[in-house]
T-cell receptor, first 115, second 116 residues
Framework: DGGITQSPKYLFRKEGQNVTLSCEQN?????MYWYRQDPGQGLRLIYYSQIVNDFQKGDIAEGYSVSREKKESFPLTVTSAQKNPTAFYLC????FGQGNRNIQYFGAGTRLSVL | AQTVTQSQPEMSVQEAETVTLSCTYD???????LFWYKQPPSRQMILVIR??????QNATENRFSVNFQKAAKSFSLKISDSQLGDTAMYFC?????????????FGKGTKLSVIP
């Protein structure tokens, strides 16, 4: 089945620790995105990537880093510089194809908590 | 910059009844897409319906339909014959269609409860 896989489902971070959230897609989509969701808030864009080896900052990129070495994969690292990392993180992807462009499909999310 | 506003933090509806969720947006773009996404308790985001701004006809997907008023920058979602499985957070989202424009701007959501 085609889709977007995020892992792990739950993640705990200790003070001063970097953690990496995985996002893999087999939809052959060019673009991938990371969003953060806090209670009572909509989704806020952290980073996005339109092609391999290229990515752009979103609205709340501070304290996060990403890489895009493969089309299928877009991991997000939450660094120790992110002082309030507790949130629900969603990965999405979309195609450039006419008609379906701009439709973003989402993974099941990762819940990150601070110990 | 685009903004999306959902003015109803919470709503409830009796099973089998109809409910309308409101969304307004602000943009200087002329061509764009609008979306409604559903996030059930599982927290998986699911696309409900999409509207292209250049199309005057309102989009419909089974029990879900929209009322798109471009001049008023309004994009409401109507759910007919509400079912228990419709209980979820609903998010309105916007994206321009210009080259290189792929970002979605989301509203803060409306929590819908369907009551048996």
């Amino acid at each position: 089945d085609g889709g977007i896989t995020q892992s792990p489902k739950y993640l705990f971070r200790k003070e001063g620790q970097n953690v990496t959230l995985s996002c893999e897609q087999n939809l052959n989509h060019d673009a991938m995105y990371w969003y953060r969701q806090d209670p009572g808030q909509g989704l806020r864009l952290i980073y996005y990537s339109q092609i391999v080896n290229d990515f752009q900052k979103g609205d709340i990129a501070e304290g996060y880093s990403v890489s895009r070495e493969k089309k299928e994969s877009f991991p997000l690292t939450v660094t120790s510089a992110q002082k309030n990392p507790t949130a629900f993180y969603l990965c999405a992807s979309s195609t450039f194809g006419q008609g379906n462009r701009n439709i973003q499909y989402f993974g099941a999310g990762t819940r990150l908590s601070v110990l | 910059a685009q903004t999306v506003t959902q003015s109803q933090p919470e709503m409830s509806v009796q099973e089998a009844e109809t409910v309308t969720l409101s969304c307004t947006y602000d943009t200087s773009e002329n061509n764009y897409y609008l979306f409604w996404y559903k996030q059930p308790p599982s927290r998986q985001m699911i696309l409900v319906i999409r509207q292209e701004a250049y199309k005057q006809q309102n989009a419909t997907e089974n029990r879900f339909s929209v009322n798109f008023q471009k001049a008023a920058k309004s994009f409401s979602l109507k759910i007919s014959d509400s079912q228990l499985g419709d209980t979820a957070m609903y998010f309105c989202a916007f994206t321009p269609t210009g080259a290189g424009s792929y970002q979605l701007t989301f509203g803060k959501g409306t929590k819908l409860s369907v009551i048996p």
